[in-house]
C-alpha cells in the first residue's frame, strides 16, 4: 500500500521540521512544482468557468467570524485571537465570510449575476496533535475554494455546473470517487437555528444530485454549520475515506452580512450564496493523488515530465539542447548522463518520469529520439520536433494516457 507520507519523504516532495511545528509542512522543489501544476490547472478551469479570482487576507477581526457564526459554531477550530493595539484579530478558518465581504464592497445589479468568484487562499485551523497526519490533516491549508453569488433560480444549474467542473477535474487527475454525500445537520450539533433554510436548501441539493445522476447517500450529522452540502468522497488503499470536494447552499450568510443585489424591479433582493472547492485542499489533494498515483503522477503533473538519456557523453550537447527545446514548450525536463550509470540504471532510477528519450549517435546524427514510456512501452525512433508536438499536446490537454493508443510505432 502507498503511504504519501513515506512516498512523500522518498520522493523528496514534502517534509517537516519540529521547529516549524506538527501540521506544517513545507514543500521541496519536486513537491512545489507539483503543487504548482495542480493549482495552475485549477484556476485555468475556473477561468473557463466564468470565475473571477480575488485576493484576501489570511487574518481579520473577530467581529468578521461572529458575524459569519464561526466564532459561535466554529470556535474550537480556530486559533485564539491576537491582540493588536487593543483589536483582537484571528486567523482565518475560512475564506467565506472574506469574500462576502469582497461582495458587499461595490453595488450590483441582477444581470451581474451569477457573479463567480474563487481564490486559491490560506487559511488555518487549530487541529489538536493527535489527529495531524502527513498533507491529509494539517493546521496551515491552502483551500481551493470559490463563493457564487446568484439568485435562487439561478442555484441549481450553479450547483450542477459545479459537480461537473469536479468530474472533469477527477477524470484529468486520475481520482476515482468513492461516493457521494449528502450531508444534512444531525442532533447535538452547533448548527445555525432555522428549520426553514435548512429544509429549502437541503431540497435543492437533492434536486441536483437527483438531475446529475448521481448515486448519493444522504447522511446526518455532516453538514457545515449554516448549511447542508454535497461531499464528494475518497478513499485509500485501506478504504479510509475523506472529504476532498465540496458544493454548498448558505442562505445563512448573504442574510448576516445584508448581502443584496438590485432586482429588475428596482428594490433591493438578497443573493443566495454557494460555497463550491473543486479538490478542496491542496494538501489533501496531492496526498490522495501521491497514495492513488504510487508518485507516478498524470504527465501534466510529473515533477519532471521527459528525461533525456544520452548513450555515452558524445550525446551530452544534443541531449542539452532537447532540454532547452522542451523548455521553450513548457515541458520540465533534464538531462540524466552516463555519469549516474548504465543506459539501464538510469532508466530504473528514472522509472516515475513519463517520457525518456534515449539518444544515441543514430539519433543525435538525424536529431530524432528513441523514446520509452514509463508504462515499459517504446516508441520506434522520431523526429524531436514530432516528440515535443505530441507530448506537449498530451501534457496540453491535461490526459492521463502516456500515448495515443492507436499508434502503430508503439511497441511493448
Not at 238 to 249: D, F, K, N, P, Y
Not at 343 to 351: C, F, K, P, T
Request: proline letters at 6%; aromatic letters at 8%; a negative charge.
Amino acid at each position: 500500500m502507498h503511504d504519501h507520507r513515506r512516498l512523500g519523504r522518498q520522493l523528496g516532495l514534502f517534509d517537516t521540521d519540529p521547529l516549524m511545528g506538527a501540521g506544517l509542512p513545507y514543500w521541496l522543489p519536486d513537491g512545489a512544482t507539483v503543487r504548482h501544476a495542480l493549482e495552475e490547472y485549477i484556476r485555468g478551469v475556473e477561468r473557463r468557468a466564468g470565475y473571477r479570482h480575488v485576493y484576501s487576507p489570511v487574518l481579520g477581526k473577530r467581529e468578521l467570524y461572529e458575524i459569519s457564526g464561526h466564532w459561535s459554531h466554529y470556535q474550537d477550530d480556530m486559533f485564539p485571537p491576537m491582540d493588536l493595539g487593543g483589536e483582537e484579530f484571528v486567523l482565518r478558518p475560512s475564506l467565506c465570510p472574506h469574500h462576502a465581504l469582497i461582495y458587499r464592497s461595490r453595488a450590483h445589479s441582477y444581470r451581474e449575476l451569477p457573479l463567480r468568484m474563487a481564490e486559491l487562499g490560506g487559511m488555518y485551523r487549530s487541529e489538536l496533535s493527535g489527529v495531524l497526519g502527513g498533507l491529509t490533516r494539517v493546521r496551515s491549508i491552502q483551500l481551493n475554494d470559490a463563493h457564487i453569488f446568484c439568485t435562487l433560480d439561478q442555484v441549481a444549474d450553479e450547483a450542477r455546473a459545479a459537480l461537473e467542473l469536479i468530474r472533469r477535474a477527477y477524470e484529468a487527475l486520475g481520482i476515482r470517487p468513492a461516493r457521494f454525500r449528502l450531508s444534512l445537520p444531525g442532533p447535538g450539533g452547533k448548527y445555525v437555528a432555522d428549520p426553514a433554510m435548512w429544509e429549502r436548501s437541503a431540497a435543492l441539493l437533492t434536486e441536483v444530485l437527483d438531475s446529475s445522476g448521481v448515486p448519493y447517500e444522504a447522511v446526518e450529522g455532516e453538514a457545515a454549520f449554516y448549511g447542508p452540502k454535497i461531499d464528494v468522497q475518497i478513499a485509500d488503499e485501506a478504504g479510509r475515506e475523506s472529504t476532498l470536494s465540496t458544493v454548498q447552499v448558505d442562505f445563512h450568510q448573504p442574510e448576516r452580512f445584508d448581502l443584496y443585489y438590485i432586482g429588475a424591479d428596482g428594490d433591493r433582493h438578497r443573493p443566495v450564496m454557494i460555497h463550491r472547492s473543486v479538490v478542496g485542499s491542496v494538501e489533501r489533494a496531492v496526498a490522495h493523488l501521491v497514495e492513488q498515483h504510487g508518485g507516478a503522477f498524470p504527465g501534466w503533473l510529473a515533477p519532471t515530465q521527459v528525461v533525456v538519456l544520452p548513450i555515452s557523453d558524445t550525446e551530452l550537447p544534443r541531449a542539452a539542447e532537447l532540454v532547452d527545446r522542451c523548455a521553450e514548450r513548457g515541458l520540465r525536463a533534464e538531462v540524466s548522463g552516463p555519469e549516474h550509470g548504465t543506459l539501464g540504471a538510469r532508466v530504473r532510477a528514472a522509472r516515475l518520469v513519463p517520457y525518456q528519450a534515449v539518444i544515441g549517435a543514430r539519433e543525435a546524427s538525424g536529431d530524432s529520439v528513441a523514446l520509452r514510456l514509463r508504462d515499459g512501452r517504446r516508441v520506434d525512433s522520431l523526429p524531436a520536433a514530432e516528440l515535443l508536438d505530441r507530448v506537449g499536446a498530451l501534457v496540453g490537454a491535461f490526459r492521463t494516457d502516456l500515448w495515443d493508443d492507436d499508434e502503430d510505432r508503439v511497441r511493448d
